[in-house]
């Protein structure tokens, strides 16, 4: 028996070290390189906001994720 694979989880195995921008609630975007993903969160590294601030890495609830688009 095969487990169903979802369309989400397909497209973020494609896109796993690559660069990728999300957005978080109405005003917050960020984008990095996706690290890891799993049914409740997604992992970036390299992250720069929309105001250039930088970080090593940032955890986001896929629940909280508004869009993810691939750059």
Known sequence: ??????????????????????????????????????????LLREVTDYAGNRAKELIVKIDDLNWITLL
Request: proline share 0%; hydrophobic share 40%; glycine share 10%.
């Open 1 to 42: 028996m095969s487990e169903k694979q979802y369309l989400l989880d397909k497209t973020l195995e494609r896109w796993k070290g690559k660069m990728v921008a999300v957005g978080i609630g109405s005003e917050t975007s960020f984008s990095g390189v996706l690290e890891d993903f799993d049914e409740e969160v997604i």
